[in-house]
């Protein structure tokens, strides 16, 4: 082999061993980014499971509350009606 194609293929070597090494960088950080996600999105999911169940009984407790308003406002709405038919019997 002539120098120039010596030259030209340690070159060529040096810059595919750097451009492992750059790649090998790269593939671990996509891993570890990977992980990492994988990681906050349980995290996220966990607590968004932890938050309802120790709140279950406090939103069952606010349901139960406004049925129990609606029913009796429901009742009130009706309430004149009542008031009419117990001053006016029916014959």
Do not use: C
């Not at 932890?50 to 279950?56: C, K």
């Amino acid at each position: 082999m002539d120098d120039i194609t010596k030259k030209t293929l340690s070159e060529i070597y040096k810059l595919n061993k750097e451009n492992h090494i750059l790649l090998k960088k790269i593939d671990r950080r996509q891993r570890l980014n990977f992980y990492w996600r994988l990681f906050l999105i349980t995290i996220a999911v966990a607590s968004a499971l932890g938050v309802y169940y120790y709140a279950q009984p406090y939103v069952d407790q606010a349901v139960n509350f406004y049925s129990e308003v609606e029913k009796n406002v429901n009742q009130i709405s009706g309430f004149p009606e009542q008031i009419k038919n117990f001053i006016t019997p029916n014959n």
